[in-house]
T-cell receptor, first 109, second 115 residues
Framework: RKEVEQDPGPFNVPEGATVAFNCTYS??????FFWYRQDCRKEPKLLMS???SGNEDGRFTAQLNRASQYISLLIRDSKLSDSATYLC??????????FGAGTRLFVKA | NAGVTQTPKFQVLKTGQSMTLQCAQD?????MYWYRQDPGMGLRLIYY???????DKGEVPNGYNVSRLNKREFSLRLESAAPSQTSVYFC??????????????FGEGSWLTVV
């Protein structure tokens, strides 16, 4: 079993749609959680951290369920510019950071 | 802000050749990393350096060596390149003591092809 698992997609959605990505992780002792965004042939960049109480940044909402070891990302009112690969990332509190393989999103006009 | 800078951006090597990927960060981070990214595999850690003067193996260290030259610079060396090392390489840095959950900042990547 992979340490961080994501649905690879691709997700094809029209502009304005709401789309949700899910991620599961295997290490119950994991301490920090993130979503990164990676554009084609570019480096990953931090999209947002994920907190236990859930958090929102504009059109993006992240949720964490420690009991189920599950992380989600919700994107509302999708824009063409949201097309990218979204990486679920888990850190053990030290130097072990595990990246999921990513979920590809295509937003169509 | 430069952030993390790595060179070269593109390189083609013949099997058996050697090369060094260079990386520097200007964020005064203690920790630096080298990852490789292959289709469907996600990012995999090759080596990391928790602080100046230390280096440790990651998930896929075989065929690579690293040097933490100083706090800013962390290089990755392929001594005898193999086709299996064709990949995109990312240098990264972070500072676990800054209270940001060890957010990792990446360089722009180096595309390496071994023929």
């Amino acid at each position: 079993r992979k340490e961080v698992e994501q649905d690879p997609g691709p997700f094809n959605v029209p502009e304005g749609a709401t789309v949700a990505f899910n991620c599961t992780y295997s290490n119950s002792a994991s301490q920090s959680f993130f979503w990164y965004r990676q554009d084609c042939r570019k480096e990953p960049k931090l999209l947002m951290s994920v907190y236990s109480s859930g958090n929102e940044d504009g059109r993006f909402t992240a949720q964490l369920n420690r009991a189920s070891q599950y992380i989600s990302l919700l994107i509302r009112d999708s824009k063409l510019s949201d097309s990218a690969t979204y990486l679920c990332v888990v850190n053990d509190g030290g130097f072990k950071t595990i990246f999921g393989a990513g979920t590809r999103l295509f937003v169509k006009a | 802000n430069a952030g993390v800078t790595q060179t070269p951006k593109f390189q083609v090597l013949k099997t058996g050749q050697s090369m060094t990927l260079q990386c520097a960060q200007d964020m005064n981070h203690n920790s630096m990393y080298w990852y490789r990214q292959d289709p469907g595999m996600g990012l995999r850690l090759i080596y990391y350096s928790a602080s100046e003067g230390t280096t440790d193996k990651g998930e896929v260290p075989n065929g690579y060596n690293v040097s933490r030259l100083n706090k800013r610079e962390f290089s990755l060396r392929l001594e005898s390149a193999a086709p299996s090392q064709t990949s995109v390489y990312f240098c990264a840095s972070s500072d676990p003591d800054r209270g940001d959950g060890n957010t990792i900042y990446f360089g722009e990547g180096s595309w390496l092809t071994v023929v």
